[in-house]
């Protein structure tokens, strides 16, 4: 099945979750309440991560996110994994954006089960190192230019 055909069941779906009513408990996307990770597919080529955070940050924190890239060329395939701070922002990402034209491609963004983010490799240069760590914390990040863990600590105001 084509990547535009599956952008038209989706909407399809919610269109008649919508119509018909739908408990939050019975829709569709309650299948996927365990994963915060979405898919980004037929993205334009010359987008980067800091883009794609730009326009699906609206929707919640991204805490990860792995652009995938050729591994000789350092170019994107067009494609995505993405992973929010809250799993509802998924289904905001998913109803929204699915569908929707960038530069002039349409994207598909879907739900995802069970991703694994990538673990780090020597072999990766920091220049297709995703964005953030693999691993989706709050209180660390990865320094892309050195690859030092910086620790963020939170002071509580009195």
Known sequence: MNSLTKVKLINELNDREVQLGVADAVSWHSQ???SAWIFLGGLPFELTEGDIICVFSQYGEIVNI???RDKKTGKSKGFCFLCYEDQRSTILA???FNGIKIKGRTIR???VSDY???KDSETQSS???PRWGSNPSLNSSEDSAGGE????THKDKK
């Open 32 to 34: 996927y309440k365990d």
């Open 66 to 68: 792995n652009l995938v």
């Open 94 to 96: 998913v109803d929204n």
């Open 109 to 111: 963004v879907d739900h």
């Open 116 to 118: 694994q983010a990538p």
């Open 127 to 129: 220049e297709i190192r």
């Open 149 to 152: 863990t910086i620790k963020h």
